[in-house]
Structures are given as structure tokens and as C-alpha cells.
């Protein structure tokens, strides 16, 4: 498991006060949201928030967070493609 992933993952759990999760309960390629950890509308804004302010990506079109957000490894590779920070 590559760092940004866990890191990744930790960041979601704090972001979304996730408390009873913990990093490896988190596949990286499990959805985000619906039948995988059950994430909301507000925790997507919480995401993109989580974004903006971790790696200096804003999101200029909000329908890109829907296949950014699909799962850990869909955030982590656009992060890898996209930080500034």
C-alpha cells in the first residue's frame, strides 16, 4: 500500500469523523460513496475541501468528483497528477 493511499485514508476518517474506521478497514478500490462506505452529498464536500486544502487542488467542475472520488485509488491517482503541494 503506497503512502499517499493510507495517507489518504486517514485523512477521510478525520475529515468525516469516520470513528469507528479505521485505515484498513478502507479498500483502495472500494466506492466512496453507496454500497461502499455509505459516503453523502456533505462528505463530498467535505472531500473537495480535503483537497483544496491537503494537496492545493481545487475542483473548477464539480462533475469531475464523481470519478475522482469512485475510491481511494481514483483520488490518489488524480492527486498524483494534479498537487501542487
Do not use: C, W
Not at 499517499?4 to 466506492?31: A, F, H, W
Not at 464536500?45 to 469512485?70: H, R, S, T, W
Request: proline share 2%; aromatic share 4%; no cysteine.
Amino acid at each position: 500500500m503506497s503512502d499517499l493511499r493510507t495517507e489518504l485514508k486517514r485523512s477521510i476518517i478525520e475529515q468525516l469523523n469516520l470513528e469507528d474506521m479505521e485505515v484498513g478497514d478502507i479498500d483502495n478500490n472500494e466506492p466512496l460513496f453507496g454500497e461502499g462506505l455509505g459516503l453523502d452529498s456533505i462528505d463530498a464536500l467535505e472531500l473537495i475541501v480535503l483537497l483544496e486544502k491537503d494537496y492545493g487542488i481545487k475542483l473548477n467542475d464539480p462533475g469531475q468528483g464523481k470519478e475522482i472520488f469512485a475510491s481511494v485509488n481514483t483520488m490518489a491517482e488524480y492527486i498524483e497528477g494534479h498537487r501542487t503541494k
